[in-house]
């Protein structure tokens, strides 16, 4: 099976008014795919919907060829999830947070090992919330990973991060996909995107308004980067009426 | 299993952490124990009374933790871990977020176990309690109470928008029903008023069945708290569970 997530005709609508409209979208097997797009166009309420945290309208979503809503249990043993919104109890440490999320799985990754590669093992005896921001992205990263999953969500993965430990996630993620992982990110970061993504797709008020490479999407604009052709895209409409 | 152990383990942990239920749910029923111990010593409940205040009282001091958990400590863990997004990351693992309800249930359970024991002995060594009741009415009863105040607990957590108004509510629920309802101040030495007060409070009703149980009074004269704590239970857990708010 090359085609790890597909989306076929995704809609979702708040109040009548269409967050997400028509969305057509394949991810294949150990690739990076980005889902670009401001604030409010549609990112989040994409995610839910492809992992069933939300009900789509309409549409169709599978995952590794299974359905997010009625195989949900055989699908998240295999589905790691990063949510934008860090979500951890109060007084809970790195330690017991790793150990409940091995506890969920069948066939788990060594979490000390996780947190060593991802350089916060010195961090074990804190209380997550004592983190820095930067350590707490990466702890997220390495509990979505716990349950060795084949493909992983990740939501704005590296806000927060420094320069420095910006380009170790990077690397670190490479490395994943080479072993045959495959990562749906999102992100407002166009180097991140340039660095990882082998396939993007630009939303703007929940529709599609590009899909394909970064080169392409650089192509097809009258630009000669990916920042620039990225607010092209999102901006064009706005420019348009200008004139 | 393994998920419930770990979890189990975790949450009790994180709940310790807390302080707050240790100190409601543990140590106050034991404090106002001993207060009423030395109080009212061993001097029968009323005179001619075959039995003791401290042996009436008992069962009423053993609902304080079962309402500091169920009216308290629930709504607020349950509205906080929605709150937090806890309940939803769930629903992306292969483990029900259901899964963490059960967890915090059972710790309340223990609270409820522990003070229990903890009462029962501090009166038996220090107060010369003796238990006159039958000790499987009684467990029933007690079950019965703890089923019907974490059913209110569970409701009010799982249907309140937010964390705040889950506390504001929680509070109402909580102190009236921990002064009034017979749990600390005992119900015998209220003025008629108050009792009539206390009546409306489903806690009140719970003591009395409690009360009975442990005295060896015959069933059959708390035939209505039986059916009011029941019908508690049933209708709060079917609206919790049908109204339930995971995000």
């Known amino acids: 099976m090359k085609e790890i997530i597909k989306v076929n005709r995704l809609t979702k609508c708040y109040a009548g008014r269409p967050a997400v409209n028509k969305l057509e979208l394949t991810v294949e097997r150990g690739t990076i795919f980005g889902l670009l797009g ?3 166009a549609g990112k989040s309420t994409t995610i839910e919907c492809i992992l069933g945290t939300k009900k789509a309208d309409e549409g169709k979503v599978t995952i590794l060829g299974m359905n997010p809503y009625t195989d949900r249990k055989s699908l998240f043993e295999r589905v790691g999830v990063q949510f934008q919104e860090s979500s951890y109890q109060e007084k809970i440490t790195v330690r017991e947070l790793c150990e409940v999320t091995e506890s969920l799985y069948r066939e788990t990754e ?19 919330k004592d983190l820095s921001g930067g350590e707490r992205q990466r702890l997220f990263i390495v509990l979505a990973l716990i349950g060795k999953p084949d493909v992983v969500f990740l939501d704005e993965l590296t806000t927060g991060l420094d320069a420095k430990a910006r380009r170790e996630v990077w690397k670190m993620l490479s490395a994943l996909k080479e072993k045959g992982l495959t990562i749906f990110l999102t992100s407002h970061f166009m180097d991140e995107v340039e660095a990882l993504c082998d396939k993007i797709c630009i939303l703007k008020k929940g529709n599609a308004v590009f899909k394909g490479t970064v080169s392409d999407a650089v192509k097809d604009s009258p630009f000669d980067n990916l920042e620039d052709a990225y607010l092209w895209y999102t901006e064009e409409e706005e420019k348009n009426e200008n004139i | 299993m393994k998920t419930f152990r770990t979890m189990l383990k975790t949450e009790i942990k994180l709940s310790l952490r807390g302080m707050d239920m240790f100190i409601f749910a543990i140590c106050v029923p034991l404090v106002v124990l001993i207060i009423q111990g030395i109080i009212y010593g061993n001097r029968p409940a009323y005179p001619d ?4 205040f ?6 009423a001091l053993a609902t304080i933790s079962i309402c500091a958990g169920g009216v308290m400590g629930l709504p607020l863990v349950v509205s906080d871990y929605r709150s937090k997004g806890i309940l939803k990351r769930y629903k992306v693992t292969p483990v029900s977020p259901a899964m963490i309800l059960v967890v915090q249930v059972a710790i309340y359970t223990l609270y409820a176990v522990v003070s229990l024991m903890l009462l029962y002995f501090t009166a038996k060594l220090f107060f010369g309690y003796q238990f006159r009741g039958d000790l499987f009415r009684f467990l029933g009863g007690y079950l019965l109470v703890l089923v019907s105040m974490f059913s209110i607990g569970m409701l009010v957590g799982g249907v309140s928008p937010d964390t705040k108004i889950a506390s504001v509510i929680a509070c109402i629920l909580y102190f009236p029903m921990l002064i009034l309802s017979g749990a600390t101040l005992p119900y ?7 009792k009539r007060v206390a ?4 806690l009140t009703q719970g003591i009395k ?3 009975a149980a442990s005295l060896g ?3 059959d004269s708390v035939l209505a708290q039986i059916c009011i704590m029941g019908v508690v239970a049933v209708a709060c857990t079917v609206i919790a569970v049908k109204y339930f708010k995971w995000e």
């Open chain 1, 38 to 40: 401001a604030n409010g």
């Open chain 2, 209 to 211: 069945l409690l009360k």
């Open chain 2, 188 to 194: 015998e030495v209220m003025p008629s008023t108050l």
């Open chain 2, 49 to 52: 009374a075959g039995y003791t």
């Open chain 2, 199 to 202: 009546d409306v409070m489903p």
């Open chain 1, 110 to 128: 060594d979490s000390f090992e996780l947190l060593k590669k991802f350089k916060i093992d010195d961090k074990k005896k804190s209380l997550v």
């Open chain 2, 54 to 59: 401290l042996e009436q009282s008992f069962s």
């Open chain 2, 217 to 219: 009074h015959p069933a």
